[in-house]
């Protein structure tokens, strides 16, 4: 079993930056993928990004493009979100997610791993 914990959620202006963190622990190892979904509220849950073990390719939403950057530190299990030029239309719960796979998905249901998620709120 993997667990993932997240971190560093909060309320934040627009235009504003706000960097995640998602703790990993328990079985991961290489090959696992690390990632990031959002849900807003009355929407489905969605891929924002996700970056491989040793952190050479990572795949973005096309919405957070130029203003989001995913990475990881595998000596701390650790895989970030940089938010920069944050919009109200970024406000979501974000998900970490994590599996044992060689290349990021966008795909919810190909994720057997999943934190429990962190508010993240952008004001006008």
């Known amino acids: 079993q993997v667990q993932l914990v997240e971190s560093g959620g909060g309320l934040v202006q627009a235009g504003g930056s706000l960097r995640l963190s998602c703790a990993a622990s328990g079985r991961i190892f290489s090959g696992y993928v690390l990632g990031w979904f959002r849900q807003a509220p009355g929407l489905e849950r969605d891929f924002v990004a996700g970056?491989?073990?040793?952190?050479?390719?990572?795949l973005y939403a096309d919405s957070v493009k130029g203003r989001f950057t995913i990475s990881r530190d595998n000596a701390k299990n650790t895989v970030y979100l940089q938010m920069n030029s944050l919009k109200p239309e970024d406000t979501a719960v974000y998900y970490c997610?994590?599996?044992?796979?060689?290349?990021?998905?966008?795909?919810?249901?190909?994720?057997?791993?999943w934190g429990r998620g962190t508010q993240v709120t952008v004001s006008s």
């Open positions: 970056i491989t073990w040793s952190g050479g390719r990572t």
């Open positions: 997610v994590a599996d044992q796979r060689m290349v990021p998905t966008t795909a919810r249901h190909e994720y057997d791993y």
